[in-house]
């Protein structure tokens, strides 16, 4: 490899470090994924990593985590060091906190950052975020009145000071969650990722013979900044708006406004006559909002350069203090997700008349939607158990939307021999759902059908975190909306989609996730793709007729 100094880089050599830099923050992933204890990381890929220069901006991301948590991670970075000092920083050290105002929204996540040391000298920061299986309190839901309720809240704390675990944080912690084991198993793991980026950082600059991050991370940043400018640049100027509505909380319908503002090379994205905050957890701190508005933008018009801090430089985004996308401590916020992945289809909505041929439609899973069982397995042992899967994804301008998968997360599902094994559940049913893609030239992606039976020692308690009972993915450029999603048990009651319940042991649950909006009027869709879908089971003939004009063969 050729070498390179702190005063510049050649194109090619700026290419392979990059290309490096990227896949130490996905060797990091690899150790988190192999050592956690959860199916949650392992399975379920709600984690991420990042590295960091040692102002705590972002170099380089895993390209298989949560992309919103490597929006969020520099943001929580630079909380920690304006708490703790970056000349108080040791060798061995790693730093915890899970306050949503500080991080990614919710208690449930956790944030671990370590410093990189080089030659006796502070060169970067190793981050990694994962969702724990348990924070305690009242499980992972959408009813709580205020965030005590949802569990324990640490702030930034010391988790290792020179390679010491700090017991008394642990055992504190440890003492309030239901799950210790895993809880522990995956914090460990989060601290073994990080461990992997420090000895790799320390491989690459022994390698290229840097001294540290920081002109490196200058360029990068500055060529993310530059691609990402001249993709804003090509849209017209101009004010684009849109509206949409999200089932809320009972009564209380959720409103989200946006407007998008393209002035040259930026963009602003304003989210005012937004809804105000409510008393349930359905609010969305301002870090998440941020996240979840520009890496939609990032998929759009700017899809191939690696992200990093420069990715965003050229968006601005801002919400209303107090309303459900800036609600104000201690506002519940454990099912932020429920409002905060509704943005890119608010964005893509209010940029379809300029960029047609770059969004999609809106997506079924988008929301997610997640079902939480915990209780007591036939064993005596207690288990906290989430049920990850997804609707279906919007149609775009080129193709029908990818069936049961999410967006603008990419969190995964993970295999039902994995989640069966972990706790007293049984999955009888898990199909895709015919007719839930929204009729389209391009059709949306289809949801899908689950069933489980619960099988516990005694009853057990059940926490949904739903929507798109009542507002189903919309169409775009004249797609019509993909179906709803349904909950109900088997005797034909449907608990309350944003609440905690009771179940017996022995009853079954099923789930109806939404099907993805469609893209382009139905009657242009190509005759052979329908009769395609006819034949492979996901439109019915009713369908294909009423809403394509295809009438079965005599």
Not at 17 to 32: F, N, P, Q
Not at 454 to 470: E, F, I, K, M, V
Request: net charge negative.
């Amino acid at each position: 490899m050729s070498r390179a100094t702190n005063r510049g880089f050649d194109p090619v050599s700026l290419e392979i470090y990059w290309s490096r830099l990227i896949s130490i923050a996905d060797e990091a992933a690899t150790g988190l994924l192999r050592t956690a204890f959860s199916t949650i990381v392992r399975e379920s890929n709600d984690y991420g990593t990042v590295l960091m220069d040692r102002n705590g901006d972002s170099i380089s991301e895993n390209t298989g985590g949560i992309a919103s948590f490597s929006c969020i991670l520099p943001r929580t970075t630079k909380a920690f060091l304006s708490k703790f000092p970056a000349h108080t920083w040791q060798p061995g050290d790693s730093v915890i906190t899970n306050d949503p105002w500080l991080a990614t929204g919710h208690l449930p996540d956790f944030t671990v950052v370590t410093p990189i040391f080089h030659k006796g000298g502070l060169v970067g920061f190793a981050g990694s975020i994962a969702h724990s299986p348990d924070v305690g309190g009242a499980l992972w839901s959408a009813d709580c009145r205020e965030l005590f309720e949802e569990g324990i809240r640490v702030p930034p704390s010391r988790l290792l000071r020179a390679g010491e675990w700090n017991a008394e944080l642990l055992d504190l912690f440890l003492a309030n969650v239901r799950v210790p084991g895993q809880v522990l198993g995956d914090l460990q793991a989060q601290v073994v990722a990080n461990e992997v980026s420090m000895r790799r950082v320390a491989e690459f600059l022994d390698d290229t013979g840097l001294d540290d991050l920081q002109e490196l991370s200058r360029v990068v940043q500055e060529r993310a900044d530059s691609s990402m400018r001249r993709a804003i640049s090509a849209l017209p100027d101009g004010a684009y708006h849109a509206t949409i509505e999200a089932d809320g909380y009972d009564e209380r319908t959720t409103r989200i406004a946006c407007t998008v503002r393209v002035r040259g090379d930026t963009m602003e994205i304003d989210y005012a006559g937004t809804s105000p905050q409510i008393d349930r957890g359905i609010n969305c701190v301002f870090n998440y909002t941020h996240a979840y508005s520009v890496y939609p933008v990032k998929c759009a018009l700017d899809p191939l350069v690696p992200r990093n801090e420069g990715s965003y430089r050229a968006i601005w985004v801002s919400a209303p203090e107090r309303s459900i996308l800036n609600p104000v401590y201690p506002a519940p916020c454990s099912a932020r997700q429920l409002t905060g992945h509704l943005l890119a289809g608010a964005i893509y909505q209010a940029l379809a008349p300029v960029l047609p041929e770059r969004i999609i439609a809106e997506c079924g899973g988008a929301p997610t939607m997640r079902a939480l069982f915990s209780g007591i397995d036939r064993g005596g042992d207690r288990f906290s158990q989430i049920l990850f899967a997804s609707g279906g994804m919007g149609a775009g301008p080129h193709r029908d939307g990818l069936s049961a998968t999410a967006f603008p997360t990419n969190v995964g599902a993970g295999s039902v021999e994995a989640y069966e094994s972990a706790a007293p559940l049984l999955v009888w049913k898990k199909r895709l759902r015919s007719d839930s893609g929204g009729p389209g030239r391009f059709r949306g992606g289809l949801g899908q059908e689950i069933e489980i039976e619960l099988r516990s020692r005694g009853p057990a308690r059940l926490s949904l975190l739903s929507d798109r009972h009542h507002h189903p993915a919309a169409g775009v450029c004249g797609g019509a909306p993909g179906a709803p999603s349904m909950i109900a048990l088997d005797d034909g009651s449907r608990p309350h989609p944003k609440s905690r319940s009771t179940v017996a042991s022995g009853r079954r649950l099923t789930l109806l996730y939404a099907g993805g909006g469609g893209y382009g009027d139905p009657k242009t869709r190509d005759r052979d793709l329908v009769r395609s879908d006819l034949a492979n089971g996901y439109i019915s003939a009713e369908a294909a007729a009423r809403d394509y004009g295809l009438e079965a063969a005599p």
